[in-house]
């Protein structure tokens, strides 16, 4: 065991300055889905945790021109509310395809934005790997089967959440707040590839949080959806998904964004995929077309070759689900 202590603050605006500008020595608690799991396995030692579920009014769906989010709204929450249902359909798809009831009922949509790798290597603390300041990301020799095929090196991770490829599709922006004041930023620039930062997959500085999430309201015409396959049925993390968002006019495609989870480092848009699709109309050739351009700059790894081909299933299946 180790000694931290634990803070309760009462509002939102104390708390960048309860955080460290170092790395490590504070960390924030929300649903605590994975930062426990952190605390547990000794992948993280902090000084202070800082438990955001004394402060209210974080959790909260406000639909209007647009939907907001609060960061502690829970995944179950998102995933059945009516407006988000109704119309924001990946996201609703992705939320409720998050592990199990018990762990939707705990986790929150900023915590499941800032998930650590799943990565085994990662996640066992006997074992240095580059990401914790080693010398070898050891799934380029090692057990791969579960990494990325995207935007890989020098680290292979790939980044767990569910919901960022669906509010990425989507167009969503994050509020954070740090001690130097509020920002807006597009989720699209929130996460970073390993070769960029080794160390951390976004952005968020060391005294920095997320406070809310906006997604703008859906054009004319626009449906959305989020397929995920997994191998336990019942709960587990993607090893491929896709959130597609088609805005329609009659059988012609006027907007097209894809986004995949699961098989990169960041949630990865597919530009290549999403220019088959726009201005044509979305015939099962067409579809195909995009599938295949989805997977054109894959480099897998030793043994998650199959994860290309399942990737063109995907897409195409997420596809073809939008425009039946």
Same mark, same amino acid.
């Given at each position: 065991?180790? @000694? ?33 799991d952190?605390l ?27 939907? &907001? ?32 009831? *018990? ?37 380029? /020799? ?6 990325c ?12 959440? @569910? ?9 969503a922006?994050? @509020? ?12 699209? /620039?929130?996460?970073?590839?390993? &070769?960029d930062?080794?160390?951390? &997959? ?31 049925q ?19 495609? *006027? ?31 067409v ?15 030793? *043994? ?21």
């Open positions: 065991m180790f @000694d931290f202590e634990l803070v309760n603050p009462k509002t939102l605006e104390s708390v960048p300055a309860l955080l460290s500008r170092n790395w490590g020595e504070t960390m924030l608690l929300a649903g605590g889905t994975d930062v426990l952190l547990k396995e000794r992948l993280a030692q902090p000084q202070r945790l800082i438990n955001l579920k004394s402060i209210p009014g974080l959790s909260y769906i406000k639909a209007g021109d647009g939907l &907001e989010i609060g960061a502690l709204t829970t995944i179950a929450e998102i995933a059945e509310n009516a407006e988000v249902r109704q119309n924001y359909a990946a996201l609703a798809e992705a939320a409720e395809s998050i592990a199990t009831p *018990q762990l939707r009922n705990m986790g929150t949509l900023g915590g499941n934005l800032c998930q650590r790798p799943r990565c085994w290597y990662f996640r066992e603390k006997d074992l240095i790997c580059l990401k914790k300041g080693g010398e070898l990301c050891f799934a380029v /020799e090692g057990l791969n089967k579960y990494h095929i995207f935007g890989g090196g020098p680290s292979f991770i790939v980044h767990p959440s @569910d919901a960022a490829p669906a509010l990425m599709a989507m167009g922006r994050l @509020d954070l707040l740090s001690g130097t004041g509020r920002r807006s930023l597009a989720l699209a /620039e929130f996460y970073q590839l390993p &070769e930062n080794l160390m951390r &997959e976004n952005v968020l500085g060391p005294n920095e949080l997320i406070s809310a999430v906006k997604v703008p309201a859906p054009a004319a015409g626009t449906k959305s959806t989020y397929l995920k396959f997994r191998e336990k019942s709960h587990d993390f993607a090893i491929v998904s896709v959130a597609a968002v088609l805005q329609m006019e009659g059988k012609v495609c *006027q907007q097209a964004r894809l986004v995949l989870g699961g098989v990169a480092p960041i949630p990865w848009r597919v530009p290549a995929a999403e220019a088959e699709l726009q201005g044509k109309t979305l015939t099962a050739a579809l195909a077309k995009a599938a295949e351009a989805a997977t054109a700059n894959a480099i897998p790894l030793s *043994q998650n070759g199959y994860k290309v081909q399942l990737t063109k299933v995907m897409v195409r299946r997420a596809l073809e689900k939008l425009v039946k």
